[in-house]
């Protein structure tokens, strides 16, 4: 099993407990979920579409909106599922060596 498969479990387990979960572990989870998600584009060559719809943007919204007490333990929750999921796809795509240009990746 790849380290990218790993954390995508973790990031499903962290959401399965998000209550249980402190704000420092939520913040370390969010963050290394955007970096190895534009790693794993960056090493596909699928770059950025820097709209609101970027799931990237997403997280840091989310993360961001966190840190102020803006989020809900459910939003949070959804967000570590979408990461996890664009994690285990995109380590999907780098497994079998297709490159995609596809903007859902």
């Known amino acids: 099993m790849s380290s990218m498969v790993d954390f995508g479990a973790e990031l499903?387990?962290?959401a399965n407990?998000?209550?249980?979960?402190?704000?420092?572990d939520t913040r370390?989870?969010?963050n290394q979920a955007m970096r190895?998600?534009?790693s794993m584009r960056e090493q596909i060559g699928i770059t950025e579409s820097q709209t609101a719809?970027?799931?990237v943007i997403e997280l840091q919204t989310i993360a961001v909106a966190f840190g102020w007490g803006k989020r809900t333990d459910a939003d949070i929750a959804s967000a570590?599922?979408?990461?996890a999921d664009m994690i285990r796809d995109?380590?999907?795509v780098l497994d079998t060596g297709t490159v995609s240009g596809s903007p859902g990746l």
Do not use: C, G, Y
């Open 80 to 83: 570590l599922l979408k990461a």
């Open 36 to 38: 190895n998600i534009r």
């Open 12 to 14: 499903v387990r962290a």
């Open 53 to 55: 719809a970027e799931v």
């Open 17 to 24: 407990r998000i209550d249980q979960l402190d704000s420092k």
């Open 90 to 92: 995109l380590d999907t």
């Open 28 to 30: 370390r989870l969010l």
